[in-house]
């Protein structure tokens, strides 16, 4: 389980790359890059990391449930996720 301040400055990055995602774009646009470099290191979607929403893992995140594999396999089992069965054959 991740940390409560990693998972905190994940959202906080997601708030700001929100927050700036018109004008990053407008001034890709323009080709003004002098201006694109004075805006936030955060605002940039590169820094984002792709975390478990439960847990905050980092690693073996599926995109589809948006949680780690830790989390979809004890979901799944517990049948929290329609559709979703254990195999068998």
Known sequence: MAKECVK??????????????AK???LKKAG????LAK???NASPVRL??????????RGYIRQFGVCRN????????GKIPGVTKASW
């Open 8 to 21: 905190a400055r994940q959202v906080k990055r997601e708030r700001v790359v929100a927050q700036y995602a």
């Open 24 to 26: 990053r774009a407008e």
């Open 32 to 35: 003004n890059y002098a201006e």
């Open 39 to 41: 805006l936030p290191r």
């Open 49 to 58: 990391r792709n975390r478990c929403k439960m847990t905050g893992r980092p």
């Open 71 to 78: 989390m979809f396999r004890e979901m799944a089992l517990m």
